[in-house]
């Protein structure tokens, strides 16, 4: 078992090309090149553009973050790479880019979970986490609860949105609201003016009889763009703070009170909570005082390490190399659905480090 390892991450999942380097539990640096910008036009990220833009920003971020680090690449112990999930496109650049770093520089190479490392990344902030913690993660993409043991290869899901992602509700009532993409900052900084109680949107899957962890965020999209239509049809203003406040509102409540549900019923009192949603100062908050109110113990990484970035893979392939887990064959592949109880991608004929040398003979 190696001591303190120092590792490369690379994450290129969706729009963020994200290069990080640990060593342990400690982050040396977190490079992020995004692309946000060019999707903001189309409300959305565009996979073919966002693959391209990791495309050319790859090399030059991954150089960026070894000069921050200042560690030379033949000092790493390993490059970890998110396998999945996420962008196919996307995160085959981030794979092939991984496995040619680890087979010129001859290092171990880890492909992992891009749930995984979005609770992981909490290490480099607060130490080591405790076994078990709960997880709430909520981005763009997910809204899921996590059981975790050893974060390397012990994940439960408990529940997940059966329908949006909470960023993704975010994203799409800042465009009813006129607000741009992404929608979560704006909806954050304008509902810092407005009323959370001025609205009652309807809290998705909170009525006796529903599934305890599962989220919906559709219904209350929905809820809020009617409104607003009907405020725009009958010529009165839309009042954009208290509406983005409510909506908040509605969100960071269901988040909050099922997850700290979820700490009491399965006898956890560690809650961590992870994606870009956790970057929501309200729900930073909520969570503060529910957490404080039960007894719980919140962490919540710092923002910029809520959204997307290279660290949170890095600090999971640390994990990995710290507890001697398998490093991934010469064939490891990109898998957009790869299911959260898989932390990450094991070799399963040998490593791809014992392949390389085999093919080099
Ligand atoms: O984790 P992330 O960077 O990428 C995904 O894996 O999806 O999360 C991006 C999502 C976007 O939907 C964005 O609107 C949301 O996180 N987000 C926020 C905030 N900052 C980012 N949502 C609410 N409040 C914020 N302050
Ligand atoms: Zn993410």
Sequence with gaps: MADEPLVLGIETSCDE?????????????????????????????????????????MVPTIRR?????????????????TAGPGLAGALLVGVSAAKAYAWALDKPLYGVNHLASHI???QLEHGRLPEPTMALLVS????????????????????????DAAGEAFDKVARVLGLGFPGGPVVDRMA????????????????????????????????????????????????????????????TDVLTRKAVRACKDNDVDHLMIGGGVAANSRLREMAQQRCDKAGIVLRV??????????????????????????????DLS????????????????????????????
């Design 301 to 330: 990484p710092r923002p910029g390490l809520c959204t997307d970035n290279g660290a949170m893979v890095a600090a999971l392939g640390a994990e990995m190399v710290w507890r001697g887990r398998t490093p991934s064959s010469f």
């Design 17 to 57: 090309t994200g290069v990080g380097i640990v060593r342990g539990t400690t982050l040396l640096a977190d490079a992020v090149a995004s692309s946000v910008n060019d999707h903001a036009r189309f409300g959305g990220v565009v996979p073919e553009i966002a693959s391209r833009a990791h495309l050319e920003a």
């Design 192 to 251: 810092r003016e407005g009323d959370g109680s001025a609205i009652a949107f309807p809290r998705g899957l909170n009525n006796a009889g529903d599934p305890a962890y599962d989220f919906s965020f559709s219904g209350l999209k929905t809820a809020v763009a009617r409104w607003v239509e009907a405020k725009r049809r009958a010529g009165e203003p839309v009042p954009v703070a208290d509406v983005a406040a409510s909506f908040q509102e509605a969100v």
């Design 120 to 122: 992981c990344v909490d």
């Design 334 to 361: 990109a898998d957009s659905s790869l299911p959260v109880t898989e932390t990450h991608v094991p070799g399963e004929h040998g490593s791809f480090h014992a392949h390389a040398h085999e093919a080099l003979k």
């Design 65 to 81: 973050a070894l000069e921050t680090a200042g560690v030379k690449a033949s000092d790493l112990d390993g490059i970890a790479v």
């Design 140 to 163: 763009g993409g997910h809204s899921s609860l996590l059981l975790s043991g050893d974060i390397t290869s012990d994940v439960r899901p408990l529940g997940a949105t059966i329908d």
